[in-house]
């Protein structure tokens, strides 16, 4: 059965407080975009990624973006949990990277 696979690697970039705004902080994600199906196949229609995210015990939330690599969230200081899935136009969204953790302080 084919399927978009995991994407080959999410990193975190950074994670910073913002000076004017001490209860918030960005965290930059970029990943390594898929090329390849599971069964092996050439990846031909990746449309973009969804990046899900939640704060620890909260409710997750997702946003979609078109072809870009990376992405920079704001978010209110606390510890956050995020993975990123690349969507397909023939098998739609993917399996999910693997999930990283990072606090913004």
């Known amino acids: 059965m084919r399927h978009l696979g995991i994407l080959s690697a999410l990193v975190l ?7 004017s705004a001490p209860a918030s902080g960005t965290v930059t994600l970029s990943w390594v975009a898929p090329t390849r199906l599971n069964d092996g196949e050439a990846l031909t229609d990746l449309a973009g990624y969804v990046v899900t995210y939640s704060k ?10 078109s072809l870009v690599n990376s992405t920079t969230l704001t978010l209110p200081a606390g510890t956050y ?7 397909s136009l023939a098998y739609g969204v993917g399996e999910p990277s693997q999930t ?3 606090t913004v302080p």
Request: glycine share 8%.
């Open 13 to 19: 970039a950074s994670c910073s407080s913002t000076p």
């Open 100 to 102: 990283l953790t990072a």
């Open 56 to 65: 620890a015990g909260g409710l997750k939330q997702s946003d979609a973006l």
């Open 81 to 87: 949990s995020f993975y990123v899935q690349a969507v």
